[in-house]
């Protein structure tokens, strides 16, 4: 499953809207990944300056590519608050 978003655009808009459209993302991935076994693991390929934002919401770098790119991981036990959240909004 392929999702994205781009604080980027949002910005050179003047937008804050849309703000928290990438975790929803994230935490809709770690739900659909819940869902169908893999208890909301996630494995994900970031640019260098998305980073922070990823490990703020849990994940931990694995590796980086050799053009920069880093390869980042939700283990389980790091997806529990997300799912939570999204139990917490939908009152389940």
Do not use: C, D, H
């Amino acid at each position: 499953m392929w999702l994205a978003s781009s604080p980027l655009a949002r910005q050179s808009l003047g937008i804050q809207k849309y703000k928290g459209v990438g975790e929803a993302l994230v935490a809709f991935a770690a739900a659909k990944s819940y869902f169908v076994g893999y208890r909301g693991r996630l494995k994900i390929l970031a640019v260098e300056s998305a980073v922070g934002f990823y490990e703020g919401l849990g994940f931990e770098q694995i590796s980086i590519e050799q053009n920069g790119n880093v390869n980042l991981e939700l283990s389980e036990e790091n997806a529990r608050p997300l799912l939570t959240e999204i139990r917490n909004q939908i009152g389940r």
